[in-house]
């Protein structure tokens, strides 16, 4: 196999490394968004458990039963709203996080690959860095 040949597979081989860390990020933003989504959604909804106010009518044993299990349904949705949506999102930008890193890494191997192209078309005097470049690329991607 040529440089030339080489330095192709090595172009070829960022791009779809950088395509697949893009299209990992689209679907995490889009889930993250769809979660806010819901989230907001449900803040709305779970003040409705707590309807109607059941007042001074409501009075005895099932009254108060009634009005515990409805209070612990509420908290429990409140919970769910609060927390756990949260922590969902917060996995979900920590992942994006660590794919931005890795579109980085690709970005400064993508610059690497320009310069060892740049070397390749000065010739033979260039040749060992060249050597150089690519076996620093390969490291990275392979």
Partial sequence: MGLSDMLGDIHASISRKSADVDEKISRLEEAKRKIDRE??????????????????????KRADSFHDFR????????KVCHDDYDDYKSSIEWKIKELEAERGLLNMAKKAAHEADVLAEKGEHALEELGNKINDLKRWLF
Avoid: C, F, H, T
């Fill in 71 to 78: 209070n612990d349904a509420y908290k429990d949705m409140e």
């Fill in 39 to 60: 989230q907001n959604s449900s803040l709305v909804e779970i003040k409705r458990i707590l309807r109607p106010d059941l007042g001074n009518g409501w009075m005895g």
